[in-house]
Every structure is written in structure tokens, then in C-alpha cells.
T-cell receptor
Framework: DAGVIQSPRHEVTEMGQEVTLRCKPI?????LFWYRQTMMRGLELLIYFNNNVPIDDSGMPEDRFSAKMPNASFSTLKIQPSEPRDSAVYFC???????????????FGDGTRLSIL | KNQVEQSPQSLIILEGKNCTLQ??????????LRWYKQDTGRGPVSLTIMTFSENTKSNGRYTATLDADTKQSSLHITASQLSDSASYIC?????????????WGLGTSLAVNP
């Protein structure tokens, strides 16, 4: 089975440019999560969706960050304008929880390594 | 403040040896505790998930324990292999109403040498 697919794997861009990260969750999963990972802060949850609806975006650092999930098989995380401090690895994860016992595992993609110069 | 602290920060062991990684947490209300393995350049992979009523769970050579009274967990790796070299992350889940959060530790970096 295909896992969570993220693109691009690497992105290098200049400060001020718009960055769009893409995620395809595992088919049939009803939750989708966006994380950011840095050495200093570890993994931080940015936002998560349930059935394509944003549930908690309290982790989104500021208005420059936005996320959408137009359908069950696709989500984007956009940064506009980008800044050097946004450099990190961004992960997307999905899980299936409807009709199952609580505490299901999250399945992660391999991330997008973002560098803002 | 909800926190998850892991120790040691890094660890080097020889192939075939056992090791134990520690996790202390101050998370309330507690829902579950998870251990993830993250290989370099890859996303985390779930190893175990334990709820309040479980005090041990195994996944092959990995055994996690949970003491909800002292708010401590450990991950024991038996007969280590080179492929065990990775970061191991402790994650504590909290649920309040319909909102749930996962509080992630910074991980223990394990190197298994031949």
C-alpha cells in the first residue's frame, strides 16, 4: 500500500517567495496532520484536519502560514512570504480513527526539507 | 505546562547489546503514550501505543513500559541491530472534549556500532 506522499522532498528558495508543500494521505484515512521539525524544538503540530475540515490550527505560527484540504486525497501547506526562520523539515501524517478504538497511530510521509535563503 | 522529557539525549551501544531509553512527562489530562522510531531523512514510524490501563507493550525486540503513577515510560531494545540506529521519540497524548493534542519529546539519538 502507498504511504503518505509528500512533495517536493527538498525545496530551496529565497526569502519572500511563496512556498507550497503538498501531501497525499493514505487512502481512506480521515485525519491529516501537518508538522514542522527542527533540531531545537523537535516536532511541532501546525494544524490538523478531520474529514477535510480544519479542527485545530493553533500551532500555525503566524498569518504567513495557511493550509487547505480541498478533498480527502490532497492537502497543501503554504508559506507566503517565506522567511529564513521557516527553514525546517515539514511532515504530513494521516490516520484512520472512525469506527476504531481511540489512539490510532499516525502514519508519516518522508517530509519536505525546506531551506529559505 | 505540558512537557515530555527524554533521556539520554544520545546513546552509543555495540551491536547485540540491550539498551533502555527513558521518558518522563507532565501532561494532563493523560490519554496515551506512544513511542516512534525516526530513521535519518525519514518520517517517524509508530512502535507502540499505550493507554492508561496498559503498563507494557511489545513490538518485536522493542518493549515499552508505562508507569502512570510516576508519569514515566521506558523503551527497551533487546539484542540491538545496526538498523536500530535512529532517533526514538516519546509522545504523550492528551484529550479534552473533542480536542486532542500530542506532546512530542525531542528524542533520544541511538547509534548501534558493529
Amino acid at each position: 500500500d502507498a504511504g503518505v506522499i509528500q512533495s517536493p522532498r527538498h525545496e530551496v528558495t529565497e526569502m519572500g517567495q511563496e512556498v507550497t508543500l503538498r501531501c497525499k494521505p493514505i487512502s481512506g484515512h480521515d485525519y491529516l496532520f501537518w508538522y514542522r521539525q527542527t533540531m531545537m524544538r523537535g516536532l511541532e503540530l501546525l494544524i490538523y484536519f478531520n474529514n477535510n475540515v480544519p479542527i485545530d490550527d493553533s500551532g500555525m505560527p503566524e498569518d504567513r502560514f495557511s493550509a487547505k484540504m480541498p478533498n480527502a486525497s490532497f492537502s497543501t501547506l503554504k508559506i507566503q512570504p517565506s522567511e529564513p526562520r521557516d527553514s525546517a523539515v515539514y511532515f504530513c501524517a494521516s490516520s484512520l480513527e472512525a469506527g476504531r478504538p481511540s489512539n490510532q497511530p499516525q502514519h508519516f510521509g518522508d517530509g519536505t526539507r525546506l531551506s529559505i535563503l | 505546562k505540558n512537557q515530555v522529557e527524554q533521556s539520554p539525549q544520545s546513546l552509543i551501544i555495540l551491536e547485540g547489546k540491550n539498551c533502555t531509553l527513558q521518558c518522563n512527562y507532565t501532561v494532563s489530562p493523560f490519554s496515551n503514550l506512544r513511542w516512534y522510531k525516526q530513521d535519518t531523512g525519514r518520517g517517524p514510524v509508530s512502535l507502540t501505543i499505550m493507554t492508561f490501563s496498559e503498563n507494557t507493550k511489545s513490538n518485536g525486540r522493542y518493549t515499552a513500559t508505562l508507569d502512570a503513577d510516576t508519569k514515566q515510560s521506558s523503551l527497551h531494545i533487546t539484542a540491538s541491530q545496526l538498523s536500530d540506529s535512529a532517533s526514538y521519540i516519546c509522545v504523550v497524548g492528551s484529550k479534552r472534549g473533542n480536542n486532542r493534542k500530542l506532546i512530542w519529546g525531542l528524542g533520544t539519538s541511538l547509534a548501534v556500532n558493529p
